[in-house]
């Protein structure tokens, strides 16, 4: 498909201020990029994409991701995950090409990655290979140094950092200067422990902050950690499924929005949270709802508003590609820019009738509304389908998951409750 592609006569929701969102518009793409966005576009010899009846919007961008745990998916708490160091690079690959694959099956065009399975380099290089082989355009967040996958269009490697506590403040400071010179950019945990607070503020004294990097987590930092990151455009990295189902803390929504600091959303572990970022949205908006409300109830004076589903859809798309990284190739329906391109059915009975399109995709769809994902202009979801071979997929990650489970002493499957 990646030539002439005409998605045609859909709501098109862009999260470019430039652009806008338009009823009955078309996207026009060639060669893989947008070549331009309105109503009634013709272009002679497209592949015609009817997009009647649907939303269209950019790919979603996961944020924060740690593909090679999907064979643990659904787990849950109580559960013992399988143990990273079980892995053979053959397990990384085919966890990797199943968990991405779900992550396109459900509209995400763009995971970053965090590839921190112990390991050599043929681990990594298979994980690379799973990237490849999705189709999906992707982050590789890896905490090798000495090893460098090669690029490429869809592929950027970035570098895993130690955690931001106080006692590596010096260890830190010296890694992200060795990561800068080598052009990468700097992901890392932070406020992840209840104890937190101080240490990003310390970092942003020690003039190690900047928007070349993203620091995930976040729940537990304190004020003066949220002022460094404002002042430096340090990129946030949501998880908030994730983070609440195992009582890792909240999302700190309010001490974002305080500051207008504008986070992007990821799944981290699909043994605790769903795998789309349908919920991830929902989340992050109702736990600030929820906050302000208890708020209202108790009777405090000067309550900030509701966070809005534009901010949400932001943050789950353009937001979400600037904390990537990646802001000028991905996250909006903006000319020039790689087409990756979402299309969501709203004639579905769990959503229709439309009465506003970004509330529709934030608080009412799911992935089942997912028609067409392209990536690069290439479709790997059509018609609700993927286009890989998905029980190739399948029967991979089975196998790597049984494997691994009886090389853990327990059954496959184990932990789970089927009474």
Known sequence: MKGKVLVKGGTVLSSDRSVGNMVGADVLIEDGLIVEVGAALRSRGAEII????????????????????????????TASPTVGDSYTPDDVYAATFAGLLGAVAAGITTVVDWCDIPGTAGHLEAAVAGHADSGVRSVLVTTQSDTEPDATDRLTVASASLDVVEANMQSIVSSWTKIRAAGRRIHARAGTRSASGGEVAELGRRGALGPDVTLSHCCHLNADDFDAIAESSTRVALVPSSDMAAGAGSPPMQQLIDRS???????????????????????????????????????????????????????ATIDGALVAGLPTITGSLTPGKHADVLVLRADSPNIAPINDPIG????????????????????????????????????????????????AGDLAGSGADVS
């Open 50 to 77: 009817d997009a009647s009846d649907t939303i269209v919007m950019p790919g979603f961008v996961d944020a924060h991701r740690h593909v090679w745990q999907s064979l643990t998916r659904n787990l849950g708490t």
């Open 360 to 407: 529709a995709v934030v608080w009412g769809m799911d992935t089942s509304n997912v028609d067409w994902v392209l990536v690069d202009g290439v479709a790997v979801v059509e018609h609700g389908e993927l286009t890989a071979d998905v029980q190739r997929a399948m029967d991979l990650a089975t196998a790597a998951q049984r494997r691994l489970a009886a090389a």
């Open 261 to 315: 600091i504008r986070p992007g959303l990821g799944i981290g572990e699909e043994r605790l949270a769903p795998g789309d970022a349908f919920a991830q949205m929902r989340a992050a908006i109702s736990v600030q709802h929820a906050v302000l409300f208890e708020s209202k109830l108790a009777g405090k004076g000067a309550v900030p508003n509701l966070l809005n589903t534009r901010d949400v859809l932001r943050y």
